[in-house]
Each structure stands twice: as C-alpha cells, then as structure tokens.
C-alpha cells in the first residue's frame, strides 16, 4: 500500500491555459475527494466521488472545472482556461466505505498538487 | 453550513512543554465526527486524532488528547511531551454523519517546536 499519489507535484501554467491533475487513491478505497488549499487556509471541499458516480459538487467548482473517476479507481480533475485565482494546492483524499453507509472513516491524503499560474 | 474556527494562527512551545490549540465549531446537527490533523512543512496531512459526538469520554491517542465540550462546540487539542517532529500545521476539521462526508476545516494553527 504506498498511499494516495499524486501527479504532477508542481504545475507552472500560462492564464487560458487547461491543466489536468491526476489522483491514484489506495486501491481498496470506494471514496475520492478533491480539495482545494490556497496560502494561509485550511483546505476546501470541491467534489466527492463514491465509486465512479460524482455525488457532491462544491459551489467552489466553477464551469471550467470538471473531475472524473472513470470505473471507479483513479480520479483526473481538469481546470480550463485557467486564471490567477485557481493558483493554490490541489488535494486528494481517499477513504473506505460503501454507499447509504455512516462511518467515521479516515481521509487519506495525497501529497497535493501545487498549481502556479502566471 | 458547518463553520469552524481556529482563533490561534501560530504558536511555539519547547520540547517535552505541554501545548493547547483551540477550536471552536458551529453545526445545528446533534451527531458529527471531529478530527485533528497534521500537515508537516511539504508533506501531506495525516489524521492526528479524531472525537464522535456521541460519546462523552475525550479521546486520546499517545500524547495527543482532545478537551470536547459539545454544548460549548468546542474541541481542543493537548500534545504533551512535544517532540521537533510536531512542528506542522494543525488543522481541526468536522464532519457530518450523513454520506456526503465532506470534511470542513478550520484556518489552521502552525505550531514550532523549539528547542
């Protein structure tokens, strides 16, 4: 088990540009959630995916963005015609648990991917 | 919506001291989950502790413990023994019951262990 990961670590991008973040979450894991966490902040929900089905979206996630989990195992979030304001760290957790189930389950991070746009 | 507040942006203390971060949260719903966690300089965040609404004992884990005091929403967390290696970023963070499970944080307190 080596943990959520994260692909690529750093990202220097162009404004208008479209960049697109990669997260492995640990295998045995039916949950995925992506954050946002910009300089001095904690970390903000942006969607969360149970399986392959997006079942929550922040009013955080604008029109250009867009997150898939396609079959279920890792999760791509794509951010369009990027502005100076998406500059932040890009957070994936992953966590166990079935649908319709309460649990207390720990999140598991990732590393983050940092997004710089000039 | 859930809010949660963390008043102390930074904070030191020497090694082996005792240290308080505070936190304060606001929710209308009597069931959630609390949660510590840690975000060392370039690392990721790892759970540090985590508190169930429901039960009354505060919950400990090593040196870490936790004052929960749900009619006063507070949740507050004690190291004790403080190493070098608890040099992070705390942030408190709460979560619902339901199966959103979406975690809200708080500002985060950066605490320096120093020697």
């Known amino acids: 088990d080596t943990g959520v990961s994260q692909n690529p670590r750093h990202k220097i991008t162009k404004r208008g540009q479209n960049v697109t973040f990669r997260c492995d979450p640990i295998s045995e894991h039916n949950r995925l959630y992506w954050y946002r966490q910009t300089l001095g902040q904690g970390p903000e929900f942006l969607t969360y995916f149970q399986n392959e089905a997006q079942l929550e979206k922040s009013r955080l996630l604008s029109d250009r963005f867009s997150a898939e989990r396609p079959k279920g195992s890792f999760s791509t979030l794509e951010i369009q015609r990027t502005e100076q304001g998406d500059s932040a760290m890009y957070l994936c957790a992953s966590s166990p648990g079935v649908a319709g189930e309460q649990s207390s389950y720990e999140q598991y991070f990732g590393p983050g991917t940092r997004l710089t746009v000039t | 919506a859930q809010t949660v507040t963390q008043s102390q942006p930074e904070m030191s203390v020497q090694e082996a001291e005792t240290v308080t971060l505070s936190c304060t949260y606001d929710t209308s719903e009597s069931n959630y989950y609390l949660f510590w966690y840690k975000q060392p300089p370039s690392r990721q965040m790892i759970l540090v502790i985590r508190?169930?609404?429901?039960?009354?004992q505060n919950a400990t884990e090593n040196r870490f413990s936790v004052n929960f005091q749900k009619a006063a929403k507070s949740f507050s967390l004690k190291i004790s023994d403080s190493q070098l290696g608890d040099t992070a970023m705390y942030f408190c963070?709460?979560?619902?019951?339901?199966?959103?499970?979406?975690?809200?944080f708080g500002t985060g307190t950066r605490l320096q262990v120093t020697l």
């Open positions: 508190q169930e609404a429901y039960k009354q």
């Open positions: 963070a709460f979560r619902n019951t339901g199966t959103a499970s979406k975690l809200t």
